[in-house]
């Protein structure tokens, strides 16, 4: 069976520091790996995406995540963290193919200190 | 931006009683989803839907769980008897290229059961 586990549940950073958040994964096929942000009363906007190719992905808003394999991990990351990155972020894996289900990580919880 | 849109983003009902939550997908996707996320926990996967059928269901979407597409454009998600454990936030998504499972979402309903 395929999961997610992001290992924290709340993060603070302060505003123009550097950020990594962390989700491992486990799933019997070649995962297709995606980030999403929620910010509060909103949906889930995608971040990034990962499929195959280049392990280091870049997506919106100046983030960026690394797939690796061997350590089964999808971190994503960002150099310099704005106010307005404070939201959840979530980790999730899937089939490639549309009409499968995405399998979503708890979520962690970021806040940016001023 | 084409964007899933929901309705009503918030719906209070009694126990036992029918709720329809409404979905108008990206317009030429062909992929819907409901997924569902109670306070708290994380979001998961409850039905996906292509050429007017299921292609993929959860456990937790069982007989007291329905979803149509009546028209060309709404996607619905119907629960027969709420129940208490039924609250939660329930998001719709929809994908439209077949070979990628880039899945977009909608704000939400909160459905709230008393």
């Known amino acids: 069976a395929q999961s997610v586990t992001q290992p924290d549940i709340h993060i603070t950073v302060s505003e123009g520091a550097s950020l990594e958040l962390r989700c491992n994964y486990s799933?019997?096929?070649?995962?297709?790996l995606f980030w999403y942000v929620q910010s509060p009363g909103q949906g889930l906007q995608l971040l990034l995406k990962?499929?195959?190719?280049?392990?280091l992905v870049q997506g919106i808003k100046g983030f960026e995540a690394e797939f690796k394999r061997s350590q089964s991990s999808f971190n994503l990351r960002k150099p310099s963290v704005h106010w307005s990155d404070a939201a959840e972020y979530f980790c999730?894996?899937?089939?490639?193919?549309?009409?499968?289900?995405?399998?979503f990580g708890g979520g962690t919880r970021l806040m940016v200190k001023p | 931006e084409p964007e899933v849109t929901q309705t009503p983003s918030h719906q209070v009902t009694q126990m036992g009683q029918e709720v329809i939550l409404r979905c108008v997908p990206i317009?030429?996707?062909?992929?819907f989803y409901w997924y569902r996320q109670i306070l708290g926990q994380k979001v998961e996967f409850l039905v996906s839907?292509?050429?007017?059928?299921?292609?993929?269901k959860s456990e937790i979407f069982d007989d007291q769980f329905s979803v149509e597409r009546p028209d060309g454009s709404n996607f619905t998600l119907k629960i027969r008897s709420t129940k208490l454990e039924d609250s939660a936030m329930y998001f719709c998504?929809?994908?439209?290229?077949?070979?990628?499972?880039?899945?977009?979402f909608g704000p939400g309903t909160r459905l709230t059961v008393l």
């Open positions: 998504a929809s994908s439209g290229d077949g070979a990628v499972n880039e899945q977009f």
């Open positions: 799933y019997g096929a070649t995962p297709y």
């Open positions: 990962y499929f195959s190719g280049d392990t």
């Open positions: 999730a894996v899937g089939a490639r193919n549309a009409g499968n289900m995405l399998t």
């Open positions: 317009s030429n996707h062909l992929y």
């Open positions: 839907f292509y050429n007017n059928e299921i292609s993929e």
